[in-house]
């Protein structure tokens, strides 16, 4: 299905979706309203919402009508986690719905063209948080006053919106119409829009125009940077600009809830947002709850204490291992722990580093046989038992089977359990000398020890790999465990100093041909298997090095196919070129998959589905399931 066609499938959804028209519902003022928003003087409903709001029609999608009121707590390990309001919020211009079709959301339509030229329209009427007027304006100013301002951003524009190093036409139709035009294909342009963490390509002008050089006050803007240590206009306006961490209470947005001020670093509140542009199909406005309370806790205590009752909704912090203790306080707190699939490719995956810097495991790393030896050198069905009582599947780190992209050996190749076939591969290496407790040499004399390193977030992870270092250990190689920070590893990775770390799979492991395979080659430098390559294209080879290994060249040349391609039968052609290559390859060392993902819930928390995929991309965690539509029944 061609770009085209998709986005027209999903405008005629929407248009299903959006029966009966606006106007002929009776709009329900929300009753809680004053609870949040106290003292402040707020139109009707019918003037806080679009023309032509979204309408969401809850039995459709197995849901059930609710209505609106209560305060929703969460448990977060760090305070920066309250910007998971604007994950599962997940009002984006367009999203993914639970069958993983785009759909229009912020937008009310989009015209797709050839591929390459892309016509936005809004909803007339729609409103940011504050009132005022969401517009073409807002897209204007992003593009000519933020991306294309070398002083906020000298990186230059987000790299999907280059094509061939190519930017797009942008233009103005209309107060409520814009238009980004390629002279090529941009198969990625619309699925970014619809990501966890997208580019937000809108900013609320009217709000960020007092901070930009070209239009604030300057005496204004430098009292600012006196009072905040900041040396330039440019930073006075990035720290404003928050459209995804929500640092910043004061900045107008479109999810349907609004982070207060901090009265705490312990605790943060965010409230509905009155303009909120959708509404159910009896005219009552979303979101349905009043408020969300983030208890920001220690990452290790968020399973005791929601064992204790302590939260309404709680995914976040838990893993599989902590289904025997959440059981355990089902009848005590009127909880239930529902058990979700996990859209990761891989629960757990380990990740040599193809870019590290010590040129002996440089040249170890970067020859397939020996990832293949460390592969089948795990025992995975043995993880699935001891770590996942059996549920789970030992697996690649690749697509599952709910993907329409899924094949068997992609997810077997090199994955089975075979001792003397790695150890084998190892002596054919040349890696035959050992020291007197078995384990084998490096050329250079060093033992062949393996320092895996961790975020230190995961306990399962530690697990695994006590579990991989006594099979590995039979091989002749010895497995140490480092925890750090997620950051620090990260960083380590890139600069090379880090040979081999863990960390869950792809976080897209239910892919559609449709969707850009970004994960699966070097052009991200986050990938903590070959991040100096992904650096080197981000950075149009200004930083980190190009790929030196033939399958990473092909994987890049693909991932470029896909870019420049036209139709969806031969994107996914391209997919399986390159879900082929990581199978042969073994780039990733994944251990198993289809783990299930604990999600408690209260027991008056209505509307969160029984069985729905958890994941990051595509989903945004709860967002894919429509968590304005989640109520409290106070008869529970």
Same mark, same amino acid.
């Given at each position: ?306 064992? *204790? &009752? =302590? %939260?309404? !909704? +709680?995914?976040?912090? @838990?893993?599989?291992?902590?289904? #025997?203790?959440?059981?355990? $306080?089902? /009848? ?122 961790? *975020? &230190? =977030? %995961?306990? !399962? +992870?530690?697990?695994? @790999?006590?579990?991989?270092?006594? #099979?590995?250990?039979?091989? $002749?190689? /010895? ?122 819930? *209260? &027991? ?18 709860? $967002? ?13």
């Amino acid at each position: 299905m061609s770009v085209k066609v998709l986005i027209a499938f999903a405008a005629a959804a929407l248009c299903a979706i959006t029966a009966p028209a606006a106007q002929a519902l009776d709009l329900i003022e929300t009753p809680t309203l004053s609870r949040t928003h106290q003292g402040i003087d707020l139109p009707p409903v019918a003037e806080r919402l679009p023309e032509e709001p979204r309408i969401i029609d809850p039995a459709a999608i197995g849901r059930a009508q609710g209505r609106h009121g209560g305060s929703l707590n969460t448990l977060i390990g760090r305070s920066k986690d309250v910007r998971l309001i604007n994950v599962w919020g997940y009002a984006r211009l367009l999203g993914y719905d639970e069958k993983l079709r785009l759909v229009p959301d912020i937008l009310v339509k989009v015209d797709a063209e050839d591929g390459r030229i892309f016509t936005l329209h809004l909803r007339r009427g729609h409103k940011w948080s504050d009132g005022q007027p969401f517009t073409a304006e807002d897209f204007r100013y992003y593009w000519e006053d933020i991306a294309n301002n070398e002083e906020l951003s000298p990186g230059g524009v987000p790299a999907f919106f280059l094509v061939e190093g190519e930017k797009p036409q942008f233009s103005v139709i209309d107060a409520v119409t814009v238009r980004f035009e390629w002279q090529k294909p941009n198969p990625g342009f619309l699925p970014n829009l619809a990501k966890a963490r997208p580019t937000f390509i809108y900013r609320p002008a009217h709000y960020l125009r007092q901070f930009h050089g070209a239009y604030g006050d300057t005496a204004e803007i430098e009292k600012i940077m006196a009072a905040d240590k900041l040396r330039s206009w440019a930073a006075v306006h990035n720290k404003k600009d928050e459209m995804y961490k929500a640092r910043n209470p004061d900045m107008p947005t479109l999810q349907p809830w609004i982070v207060r001020p901090a009265d705490s670093e312990q605790r943060r509140v965010a409230v509905r947002n009155p303009y909120f542009h959708r509404i159910d199909s009896a005219g009552r406005q979303l979101p349905y709850i009043d408020e969300i309370v983030f208890s920001v806790t220690d990452g290790r205590l968020i399973a005791t204490k929601t064992q *204790a &009752g =302590e %939260s309404d !909704l +709680q995914a976040r912090g @838990l893993s599989f291992s902590d289904i #025997t203790v959440l059981k355990r $306080g089902e /009848a005590a707190h009127g909880y239930k722990t529902r058990l979700w699939p996990n859209a990761k490719a891989a629960e757990i995956a380990l990740y040599p580093n193809l870019t590290v810097k010590d040129p002996e495991w440089r040249k170890l790393l970067n020859d397939r046989r020996f990832r293949r030896a460390l592969s089948i050198g795990v025992d995975r069905e043995l993880i699935s038992r001891v770590l996942f009582f059996g549920y789970a599947t030992a697996s690649n780190n690749t697509v599952l089977p709910t993907s329409p992209l899924y094949r068997e050996d992609y997810r077997t190749n090199w994955a089975a359990y075979e001792p003397k076939k790695a150890a084998a591969l190892l002596d054919e290496i040349g890696l035959s000398e050992r020291r007197g407790d078995g384990i084998r040499l490096l050329p250079d004399g060093r033992p062949l020890e393996i320092i895996v390193e961790t *975020a &230190g =977030e %995961s306990r !399962l +992870q530690a697990d695994a @790999l006590e579990l991989i270092g006594e #099979t590995w250990r039979e091989l $002749g190689v /010895a497995l140490f465990i480092k925890p750090t920070q997620r950051e620090v590893m990260r960083n380590r990775a890139l600069s090379g100093q880090l040979v081999m770390s863990v960390w869950s799979g792809h976080d897209n492991g239910v892919p559609t041909p449709d969707m850009p395979p970004e994960e699966y080659a070097p052009v991200r430098s986050e990938t903590l298997c070959w991040p100096g390559w992904g650096q080197y294209f981000e950075t149009e080879g200004e930083r980190g090095e190009a790929p030196d290994d033939p399958a990473a060249q092909k994987l890049v040349a693909l991932y470029r196919q896909w870019i420049g391609s036209k139709e969806s039968a031969e994107r996914e052609a391209i997919w399986h070129g390159i879900l082929a290559i990581h199978a042969e390859e073994t780039y990733s060392i994944g251990l198993v998959s289809e783990a299930r993902q604990p999600v408690v819930v *209260a &027991g008056h928390l209505q509307n969160v589905p029984e069985a729905g995929i958890y994941g990051w991309d595509p989903g945004a965690q709860f $967002g894919i399931h429509h968590m304005d539509l989640f109520w409290f029944d106070d008869a529970q």
